[in-house]
T-cell receptor, first 113, second 113 residues
Framework: GENVEQHPSTLSVQEGDSAVIKCTYS??????FPWYKQELGKGPQLIID?????GEKKDQRIAVTLNKTAKHFSLHITETQPEDSAVYFC????????????FGSGTRLQVQP | KAGVTQTPRYLIKTRGQQVTLSCSPI?????VSWYQQTPGQGLQFLFE???????NKGNFPGRFSGRQFSNSRSEMNVSTLELGDSALYLC????????????FGSGTRLTVV
């Protein structure tokens, strides 16, 4: 089955700096890669996703890049703010209606004011 | 619009008992998935239902079961509870086809004592 590795497990940055979280996956059949943000006491919130026919996707301060050949994808957050502090999860699956997401182990991002 | 609603939010059960958790998806969403979140194993896929049919199942023992009703609401049941079943159980809903992301609820925190 699919295996997703995520690094780093913790990341501390100063407000205004950029943050990068990286994930690798094992199953070449995977073609859907979402990123989730989870705040304390809440469920994961989808913040951005990318499909394998696209190499990069941006949404304001957030961007995701995908390298299918190397089987890795990354989340980039620019101009970080204290409210970006949370645990971030990457995931991978086949992009069908019956997808079962395989999650990475999570990255705890702390943005220091 | 209302999000994914999970009830109850917290639950304490004794080993050997059984438990039923409930999930009401976003209106119009026909796919409901369940995930288990623990500090040790992270987020793991349990099963996915679409139009009252289980379409996908994760690698969990048969003590874990679920169902979906005609109004898309879903329940999951865990029988003969073990201490290791203590976890946050998350429900996610989607329209059910490709190109749609999942929206998670806030989860049910189950503690087995």
């Amino acid at each position: 089955g699919e295996n997703v590795e995520q690094h780093p497990s913790t990341l501390s940055v100063q407000e205004g700096d950029s943050a990068v979280i990286k994930c690798t996956y094992s199953d070449s059949a995977s073609n859907y890669f979402p990123w989730y943000k989870q705040e304390l006491g809440k469920g994961p919130q989808l913040i951005i996703d990318i499909r394998s026919n696209v190499g990069e996707k941006k949404d304001q301060r957030i961007a995701v890049t995908l390298n299918k050949t190397a089987k890795h994808f990354s989340l980039h957050i620019t101009e970080t703010q204290p409210e970006d502090s949370a645990v971030y999860f990457c995931a991978a699956s086949m992009d069908t209606g019956r997808r079962a997401l395989t999650f990475g182990s999570g990255t705890r991002l702390q943005v220091q004011p | 619009k209302a999000g994914v609603t999970q009830t109850p939010r917290y639950l304490i059960k004794t080993r050997g008992q059984q438990v039923t958790l409930s999930c009401s998806p976003i209106s119009g969403h026909r796919s409901v998935s369940w995930y288990q979140q623990t500090p040790g194993q992270g987020l793991q896929f349990l099963f996915e239902y679409f139009s009252e049919t289980q379409r996908n199942k994760g690698n969990f023992p048969g003590r874990f079961s679920g169902r979906q009703f005609s109004n898309s609401r879903s329940e999951m049941n865990v029988s003969t509870l073990e201490l290791g079943d203590s976890a946050l159980y998350l429900c996610a809903s989607s329209f059910g086809g490709p190109n749609y992301g999942y929206t998670f609820g806030s989860g049910t925190r189950l503690t087995v004592v």
